[in-house]
């Protein structure tokens, strides 16, 4: 490995990430609100925290390696997440303790969602704009971000790359330079958050919640400037432009670019994650609009409206709310909080273990029940008309495992600083999922629990970010060996 390469451009990162706290800036500044100062302190410790970091080494060039883009990776949303605190523990009125600056920072950064503030609807728009910024950021990976707009760092582009999307990806590459690529997924991602601000404003928000939710939204974060959420517009279109554009953000940015290239939606159809993930999803839709008809907790008009909305919200693990769907009969909730175990599909900026993961092991699984009726068989595992090796599969199922047993780790671990099981089982779920909202306690924010309940959940946040793997290999001895 190559610490002083690392720290070069995690130095230059930090720089990088400190201009983001301009726009909230002139906005407190014209405003003339009590948070000017909160940006200001924030802004210089974080560039010249980049700058001291970036000094001693700016001259180190050596070409990076997969290892060095995994401890990049890990080492920026790690020190992101502090250094995105800093506006909100340096903001007096906002009464956070030092972990619940670091929570919020780092819920918005991973676009979980989840928020440890009460009172949004009277904050000054320079944090709840700030807030959303986090969320957008985070959506598209401030390291993909880093590698368009940084070319500087050359080479060690694909190592950083691979590190911020790990996983089964049919589209690692969309064009021969990894740069391109980057700068690719970010038009588009950019693209559909302009798209979606307009609709909302012609649907009738105002302009500036219309910024502020196109943010949330195309990046799957669930942040809103509102205490109820997408509740408070009570505007049927905008439910509905919400959940076109929560569907459009959850597939493969790749599908989309390759698809306005080619100035087709076919690919769309021929693809067999997305199909996967629409067939996963209107199970979900049905189930939730019919047993809310059936129970009648809803009229049938708002079973419909709702029931989708929030299916969709939960499962693409956005976690935007128009009621508190936890009152709702026990069977929804919790079998949402399942579905969002889905989340969205690789390359997307949805959460949880993704469609392609899970569309593997159902085939797999399929396949197994196959072979014991025909032993003799050989029955290759395919997705489209491409035969997936053994050791994707073997990877897949190692994923599996390993998230499962950080789930049931971390859920014990809960439940031992004080939580009841619903809770610490829904916080872990929405945090690891990068989902938000939960049950129990967690159902409307995470601030009635303790303080060592929310440094974890800041640790199970990143780990789901990163996807587990890119951060838990960290703390292996082979990594660290020369």
Not at 38 to 46: P, R, V
Not at 239 to 259: E, Q, Y
Not at 434 to 441: A, F, H, S
């Amino acid at each position: 490995m190559h610490i002083s390469v690392s720290f070069r451009i995690l130095g230059m990162l930090l720089m990088l990430f400190s201009s983001t706290m301009l726009a909230p800036l002139v906005m407190a500044l014209l405003a003339e609100d009590h948070t000017v100062m909160g940006f200001l302190s924030a802004l210089g410790i974080t560039f010249f925290s980049g700058l001291i970091l970036w000094l001693p080494v700016r001259n180190a060039r050596h070409d990076l390696r997969i290892r060095d883009g995994f401890l990049i990776t890990s080492l920026f949303w790690t020190v992101l997440g502090l250094f995105g605190a800093l506006p909100f523990a340096l903001t007096d009125t906002l009464d956070l303790t030092p972990t619940e600056a670091v929570f919020e920072s780092i819920s918005g950064l991973t676009t979980t969602g989840a928020t440890v503030i009460v009172g949004l609807d009277d904050l000054p728009q320079s944090i709840l704009i700030y807030r959303q910024m986090l969320q957008w950021m985070g959506g598209i990976g401030i390291i993909v971000v880093a590698v368009a707009v940084l070319p500087m760092l050359g080479i060690g582009g694909m190592q950083l790359y691979k590190a911020e999307t790990p996983g089964p990806s049919k589209d690692s590459k969309l064009t021969p330079r990894i740069t391109e690529t980057a700068k690719a997924l970010f038009s588009v991602y950019l693209a559909l958050t302009v798209a979606c601000g307009i609709a909302y404003y012609a649907a009738g928000m105002s302009g500036f919640d219309a910024i502020a939710h196109a943010f949330s939204t195309v990046a799957i974060g669930g942040f809103s400037t509102h205490d109820a959420s997408m509740g408070y517009f009570n505007n049927d279109a905008i439910l509905l432009i919400c959940s076109v554009f929560m569907c459009f953000s959850a597939i493969n940015f790749g599908l989309h670019f390759v698809a306005w290239r080619r100035r087709s939606g076919v690919v769309y159809s021929k693809d067999a994650e997305t199909k996967f993930f629409f067939t996963v999803l209107l199970i979900c839709i049905v189930i939730t609009c019919a047993y809310l008809m059936i129970t009648q907790t809803l009229n049938p008009r708002e079973s419909i409206i709702h029931g989708l909305f929030q299916a969709i919200s939960i499962t693409t693990t956005t976690g935007f709310a128009t009621q508190n769907f936890a009152l709702w009969p026990s069977f929804l909730p919790v079998m949402m909080l399942f579905f969002s175990f889905m989340g969205g599909c690789v390359g997307s900026t949805g959460g949880g273990i993704k469609a392609m993961r899970l569309m593997l092991i159902y085939k797999q699984g399929i396949r197994e029940l196959k072979q014991l009726v025909h032993p003799n068989a050989v029955i290759p595992l395919k997705v489209g008309r491409r035969r997936v090796e053994a050791a994707v599969v073997s990877a897949v199922w190692s994923f599996f495992a390993v998230y499962m047993t950080a789930f049931i780790i971390i859920l014990l671990l809960l439940m031992a600083t004080g939580l009841d099981f619903t809770t610490a089982f829904s916080a872990v779920a929405a945090s690891l999922n990068n989902l938000g909202p939960g049950l129990g306690e967690v159902a409307a924010n995470y601030s009635s629990i303790n303080e060592v309940a929310k440094g974890l959940l800041c640790f199970t946040m990143l780990l789901g970010r990163l996807e587990v793997f890119t951060l838990l290999v960290l703390f292996t001895p082979m990594f660290w060996r020369i």
